[in-house]
């Protein structure tokens, strides 16, 4: 596994939060969000974040009057995002299109775009803090901005985009898709976007009378008997190369090494591991939940353009004392087998649940759950800097895991996994994932349940 350089102390001098209006002006209405984005389950922020180097051909252009002019432009064609959430009947959620604006912070940094981007990145992004700042009051999910915008330019030349997005409004293919139509009006683009947005949120919204077709694990209410231990939460990255995915393809048996899937492999290695570090009581209940597009699926056709949440989480489910001693097949089948559920009839499946249910939230009771945006694009958006260095999600939750693409100094393509446990356990996966990567058993690993209270 590749190593990660210390944490680096610099200074950000921010200016003071500013809204970004659309340029134009926009409707005035209430749009609802569908059944599937105004779950429980989505009400929470994201942020990404993306680093660009300095460009020659850019010097003297200003990277946050450009995203700032670009940003209010787009925002025409997106107003939704320049409104604020509200709850009506039944908790359903509303975008109220009041064009208030989207939170937009100036910055600047003294520190250098190769200090935080170098062989790979930092640990969790330990200063994104820093690089996106938490205004008092925005963090909310009713009332509050939808998107939260900090441009920091840094005395390389170079500068950081980072972006807050609240989740009920977008997944990721639906951001990057906002964050093209940005990029093409900061490279001069006039006129309506390549891709015109699509609202159409009744195209995902419960079916009537509803009719819950799957069985949704991702969703079972269990009672959670440990405490929370957020307070010693660790944020670590960890870099997968060819070299790593080939060491931990050598635990399958050899007919399943070239038909397996990269994601399913790393899924059931990750889920593995952090089973085993976390020390769960091995006759206890596992899940792990994979986020699968539904865009492309032949029996959804998703409108082109549609930026709404378009993806479910089915889950494999085991026991920890199973998947923590079996051959890493056994999980990988069970990723295989989960991810196959993912069609549009279970899509609408979930929508219906959502109504009939009162919208649960994922079960959080040894739960894991991963997101693969390798594909999505967010390493290719290009304000006229070219593409970012690093371009993805910041910070790993503590039940959720993202995959990340980047590429390190020696140009090797790979996958940066951000994951989030309490300390004790860190040290623990980080030993198990060691035994993965760097060598080969033919039999179970050992497992030797310890108490970590936590709730995960």
């Not at 974040?49 to 025409?76: H, N, Q, W």
């Not at 986020?291 to 494999?316: C, I, Q, S």
């Not at 623990?428 to 709730?455: A, C, N, W």
Request: glycine share 8%; hydrophobic share 40%; proline share 7%.
């Amino acid at each position: 596994m590749a190593s990660f350089p210390p944490s680096l102390v610099f200074t950000v001098r921010r200016n003071e939060p500013t809204l970004v209006l659309p340029s134009k002006s926009t409707p005035r209405e209430l749009k609802q969000l569908s059944d599937i984005d105004d779950q429980e389950g989505l009400r929470f922020q994201v942020p990404v974040i993306m680093f660009y180097k300095r460009k020659l051909s850019m010097e003297g252009e200003d990277p946050v009057k450009v995203i700032r002019e670009a940003l209010a432009e787009a925002l025409v064609f997106y107003y939704p995002f320049a409104g604020r959430l509200i709850e009506g009947p039944n908790r359903k959620l509303m975008v109220d299109c009041t064009s208030e604006g989207v939170l937009f912070i100036e910055a600047d940094a003294d520190i250098e775009v190769n200090q935080l981007i170098g062989d790979t990145i930092d640990p969790g992004f330990s200063y994104l803090d820093e690089l996106l700042h938490d205004v008092p009051g925005s963090e909310g999910i009713l009332g509050c901005p939808l998107l939260l915008i900090q441009v920091t330019r840094f005395r390389c030349g170079g500068w950081a985009f980072a972006i807050r997005l609240n989740h009920t409004m977008s997944d990721a293919p639906g951001l990057v898709q906002l964050l093209t139509t940005i990029a093409e009006f900061a490279r001069g683009a006039e006129g309506a976007p390549s891709v015109p947005p699509v609202w159409q949120r009744e195209f995902l919204a419960a079916r009537q009378p509803p009719s819950i077709t799957f069985q949704h694990h991702e969703y079972e209410q269990v009672i959670n008997t440990t405490t929370d231990d957020n307070k010693s939460m660790t944020h670590k990255s960890f870099f997968f190369g060819p070299k790593e995915i080939r060491a931990i393809r050598s635990h399958l048996p050899p007919h399943h090494r070239s038909t397996s899937s990269t994601f399913n492999v790393l899924a059931a290695c990750l889920w593995r591991c952090r089973t085993c570090a976390l020390g769960l009581d091995p006759k206890k209940t596992v899940r792990i939940l994979c986020a699968v597009n539904g865009r492309g699926k032949h029996d959804l056709h998703v409108p082109r353009g549609y930026y709404g949440n378009v993806f479910a989480l089915p889950a494999a489910v085991s026991r920890a004392g199973i998947i923590s001693t079996s051959p890493l097949q056994y999980g990988v089948e069970g990723v295989k087998k989960a991810k196959a559920r993912m069609t549009g009839e279970y899509l609408r499946s979930v929508a219906d649940l959502m109504v009939t249910k009162g919208r649960p939230p994922f079960t959080v009771a040894g739960n894991y759950i991963v997101s693969d945006t390798t594909r999505i694009g967010f390493d290719a958006i290009d304000f006229g800097w070219g593409k970012p260095v690093y371009g993805g999600l910041a910070r790993a939750l503590p039940l959720i895991s993202f995959y990340t693409r980047f590429k390190d100094n020696r140009g090797e393509d790979g996958t940066v996994v951000l994951m989030c446990l309490p300390e004790e356990a860190m040290e623990r996966f980080q030993e198990e994932l060691k035994k993965m990567t760097e060598g080969h058993v033919d039999g179970p690993l050992d497992y030797k349940p310890t108490k970590i209270m936590s709730m995960l």
